[in-house]
């Protein structure tokens, strides 16, 4: 079985700090993984996706990946209270047969 | 507008009435796929499609039926819903051909069995 671990949270923070979001996946043949936002009440969204070993960055996030240690992260740099919701990491191998979810960590950015 | 567009939104029913949850996208994607999502279990595959005719079952698939007749549609069966088929449940594609792994998710069908 296929499993994506994450800490449920919830993550507080203060508005303008750095949010760390951690992830670890059982299966060594992933090879694609993604961060989703979920806002409560509605559906996920993409937010970052990581392919290679290291650092990715897009605005305020950087994904990190370490194949070696099967564990991806996800950081938001000047956290803001329109971050809060909850983070999903997803992880699949090729082909995207199956896109394995964690049950996600809620943050919470309080100003 | 890109989309995907699942009916109903929300749907009150009982044990054993049948009842089907249509899933449509307007992004010639290929691969499609239902989600469940309960509290503290997360986000689980039922079943999902790689292209028209081509499915296969998922994390959670008992329970439940979906065919892929067309490209667009991919509607989400329960013959005899039960109790513990309450869940909000998510519809989503995507397109292997460009190789990003991004999910678009409809907004989601609040189901409630009695």
């Known amino acids: 079985q296929k499993e994506v671990e994450q800490n449920s949270g919830p993550l507080s923070v203060p508005e303008g700090a750095i949010a760390s979001l951690n992830c670890t996946y059982s299966?060594?043949?992933?090879?694609?993984f993604f961060w989703y936002r979920q806002y409560s009440g509605k559906s996920p969204e993409l937010i970052m996706s990581?392919?290679?070993?290291g650092d990715k960055e897009d605005g305020r996030f950087t994904a990190q990946l370490n194949k070696a240690s099967q564990y991806v992260s996800l950081l938001i740099r000047d956290s803001q209270p329109s971050d809060s919701a909850t983070y999903l990491c997803?992880?699949?191998?090729?082909?995207?047969?199956?896109?394995?979810f964690g049950k996600g960590t809620m943050l919470l950015v309080s100003p | 507008e890109a989309q995907v567009t699942q009916n109903p939104r929300y749907l009150i029913t009982v044990t054993g009435k049948k009842l089907t949850v249509t899933c449509s996208q307007n992004?010639?994607?290929?691969?499609m796929s239902w989600y469940r999502q309960d509290p503290g279990l997360g986000l689980r595959q039922i079943y999902y499609?790689?292209?028209?005719?081509?499915?296969d079952k998922g994390d959670v698939p008992e329970g439940y039926k979906v065919s892929r007749k067309e490209k667009r549609n991919f509607p989400l069966i329960l013959e005899s819903p039960s109790p513990n088929q309450t869940s909000l449940y998510f519809c989503?594609?995507?397109?292997?051909?460009?190789?990003?792994?991004?999910?678009?998710f409809g907004e989601g069908s609040r189901l409630t069995v009695l």
């Open positions: 997803a992880a699949t191998s090729w082909g995207y047969s199956t896109l394995t």
């Open positions: 299966d060594r043949g992933s090879q694609s």
């Open positions: 990581i392919y290679s070993n």
């Open positions: 992004m010639n994607h290929e691969y």
């Open positions: 499609s790689m292209n028209v005719e081509v499915t």
């Open positions: 989503a594609s995507l397109a292997l051909a460009q190789n990003t792994g991004e999910l678009f």
